[in-house]
């Protein structure tokens, strides 16, 4: 099984701040996800990354796939009290030409920002 | 509205009390997934399908059964839950190609005393 080391696992910072959520892996991943996740709820899709070195923005959230496809990072710009949840990182393995690749998780990161 | 069903939302039980938590979706899609979450573990696949009558381990098995008889509904299986199997589930479905969405439930919080 492959393995996601995500970082920090827990984040309290001010609002308006900046922040970064690290993804890492000695594994190579097809594609990685971000998810958020609210309390009583399931993860719900941010985006996917497949390209290494990937940059893709949504609106104040700017995710990046490492060149190598090993690791990806998640900075939140000016963080609002609306951004607080637990955010997941989950990268696709590898297949070899197969249209599926088992999904692994990271530990997941929870972000509170305060007013 | 597309969506992924869980219930019981909620469910407090008995060791050695057979159990099972229903998932259904409404989107066709061919995989469907259970996770367990827990503090400082992330989300852990229990079993996959990738179509109907297809199913297959995944991180963290023992303990639990899963069937796929129609493709919309996976039903997850206790036999003989135990208090290490208290923790919040999840079930989730997505196309098997493309972007490999996942979709979650709303998850079911299962306490074993």
């Known amino acids: 099984t492959q393995l996601l080391e995500q970082s920090p696992q827990f984040l309290s910072i001010q609002e308006g701040e900046n922040l970064t959520v690290y993804c890492n892996s000695s594994s190579v991943f097809s594609s990685l996800q971000w998810y958020r996740q609210e309390p009583g709820e399931g993860p719900v899709l941010l985006v996917t990354?497949?390209?290494?070195?990937e940059v893709k923005k949504l609106k104040r959230l700017t995710f990046q796939f490492g060149d190598a496809r090993k690791d990806s990072s998640l900075h939140i710009t000016a963080a609002q009290p609306g951004d607080t949840g637990l955010y997941l990182c989950?990268?696709?393995?590898?297949?070899?030409?197969?249209?599926?690749?088992?999904?692994?998780f990271g530990q997941g990161t929870i972000l509170t920002v305060h007013p | 509205e597309a969506q992924v069903t869980q219930n019981p939302r909620y469910l407090i039980t008995v060791t050695g009390k057979k159990l099972t938590v229903t998932c259904s979706q409404n989107?066709?899609?061919?995989?469907m997934s259970w996770y367990r979450q827990d503090p400082g573990l992330g989300l852990r696949q229990i079993y996959y399908s990738m179509n109907v009558e297809v199913t297959d381990k995944g991180d963290v098995p023992e303990g639990y059964k899963v069937s796929r008889k129609e493709k919309r509904n996976f039903p997850l299986i206790l036999e003989s839950p135990s208090p290490n199997q208290t923790s919040l589930y999840f079930c989730a479905s997505s196309w098997t190609s493309g972007s490999r969405e996942q979709f979650f439930g709303p998850g079911t919080r299962l306490t074993v005393l």
């Open positions: 989950a990268g696709e393995e590898e297949t070899g030409g197969t249209s599926y690749g088992k999904l692994t």
């Open positions: 990354v497949v390209t290494g070195g």
């Open positions: 989107m066709n899609h061919e995989y």
